[in-house]
């Protein structure tokens, strides 16, 4: 089958290069050049494990490709996927203008039946609005063509998406026609052979599926950090409260562990788009809002912790800061919560030393117009960014990190103190280094 990904963003680029290791034949549209150059010469945008290997091999095995031509790529397909980006407004709402463009794009274009596929995360009735934009299109150019518009939403997690693609706990497609759902069985073979499930549904409800999905796992991070909050004040351990719930398979042990809250590029946008997208139909969404608001209130919380420590007297501090990245295994910094820390504690007077192993670039490229860019030290390995440090704060919980000979801390450091947003230490063991450990939801040494 011939495939278009319309976008070579995250979704577009692992859609596209798994759909070609399926056996699928693929051609990855996007309007910026310099990233169609690039991924030509296997040059890779964002960082993913396993994505090189699987867009080189596929590019070389000639299933994949790459143009800046929206009309090359619609005339060459059966099936084309929206994968543009979906941000958020500052009322919460999503903006739809990539979408609209694709699909205007997508009008003036075809010239014969068409499968065009959400895969972008968009608001319910969006696939309505997309067959009123190409239905336009195609009256202008005087054509009165069959089509059908299916909604195919994403579960990919940073990190882990060629898994999550390959291996998916499920896939949701929304379909109108006994047609479109052929060809979308037929597409999706390769998978329910191999006994993964296919669950076919209205549009309507697989456009509400991912946003209901995303926002029950903010939710459910958030409640965590809730409850680790109250156990840090009561004495209660966070840790044996996880095993405690989590055993419940009714709640299940994933999403439990505490920390700085969610970020990155979904449940932030897509928590704030559900609120939205209540108040446009008079119902308030009251548990996300709280939802977003703690998620907020969680970082604000940890950044208190480390000036209650100095007594809000950080001019002439230097803070290590280990992890930018929203989470481990990713290069995306969008909404991260390390970025949050960064900015407050700069404002505080604290000059930083920062480490990620693979996000520096991205956050030196966001604060290159900061007004104090000379206070940030983005260096070379963990070990420079502790020396001569005053304190370290962990914000992401990358396995080097994890992995860290702890008993160095204490002599890499000015002096023994650890702020860790991401509790990746056993506080014993931090103690008996004689290091002062301060951490989410246990109480503090």
């Not at 809730?226 to 044996?240: M, P, R, V």
Request: glycine share 8%.
């Amino acid at each position: 089958m011939h495939l278009a990904m319309i976008g070579v963003g995250y979704v577009g680029l692992v859609s596209g290069a798994c759909f070609a290791e399926a056996g699928q034949t693929v051609i990855c549209m996007d309007v910026d050049p310099q990233k169609i150059e690039g991924l030509r010469r296997g040059e890779i945008p964002i960082y993913e494990p396993g994505l090189e290997d699987f867009v080189r091999r596929n590019v070389a095995a000639g299933r994949l490709s790459f143009t800046t031509d929206l009309n090359d790529a619609v005339d060459r397909s059966q099936v084309i996927f929206i994968c543009v980006g979906t941000p958020s407004r500052e009322d919460g709402s999503a903006d739809l203008h990539y979408v609209d463009e694709v699909a205007r794009g997508i009008g003036r274009t075809m010239d014969a039946y068409k499968v065009i596929v959400n895969k972008s995360t968009v608001p319910v009735g969006t696939a309505r609005r997309v067959r009123r934009l190409v239905s336009k299109e195609l009256a202008r150019r005087g054509l009165d063509l069959e089509f059908d518009v299916v909604s195919n939403p994403e579960f990919l997690r940073e990190g882990s998406a060629l898994h999550d693609f390959m291996q998916p706990d499920r896939t949701v497609v929304g379909v109108e026609s006994a047609k479109a759902r052929q060809l979308m069985a037929e597409l999706y073979r390769y998978w329910t052979e191999k006994k993964f499930p296919l669950y076919f549904m209205d549009v309507a409800s697989a456009e509400m599926t991912k946003y209901a999905a995303n926002a029950f796992l903010a939710t459910k991070i958030t409640f965590m950090n809730e409850i680790a909050n109250l156990c840090a004040l009561s004495g209660a351990n966070i840790d044996q409260v996880r095993v405690g719930i989590g055993s419940d398979s009714r709640i299940g042990d994933r999403f439990l562990f505490p920390g700085l809250g969610y970020g990155g590029s979904c449940f932030p946008k897509d928590v704030k788009a559900l609120i939205y997208m209540g108040k446009t139909m008079g119902y308030n969404f009251n548990i996300l809002e709280a939802t977003n608001l703690v998620n907020q209130a969680q970082r604000h919380r940890f950044i208190f912790t480390i000036g209650s420590f100095f007594d809000h007297q950080l001019d002439g501090k230097t803070l290590a800061l280990w992890g930018l990245a929203f989470k481990p295994n990713t290069d995306d910094i969008r909404e991260a919560p390390a970025l949050t820390v960064m900015e407050r504690l700069l404002d505080l007077g604290a000059d930083l030393r920062v480490y990620d192993p693979v996000a520096m670039l991205e956050v030196q490229k966001h604060y290159e117009n900061y007004p104090y860019p000379e206070r940030i030290v983005y260096a070379p390995t963990p070990e420079a960014a502790l020396e001569g440090a005053d304190a370290l704060v962990i914000n992401t919980e990358w396995d080097v990190f994890r992995q860290f000979d702890v008993s160095r801390l204490k002599n890499l450091l000015k002096a023994p103190v650890v702020f860790d947003g991401r509790n990746i230490y056993d506080p014993a063991q931090m103690k008996q280094a004689g290091i002062h450990y301060f951490y989410i939801g246990k109480p503090i040494y």
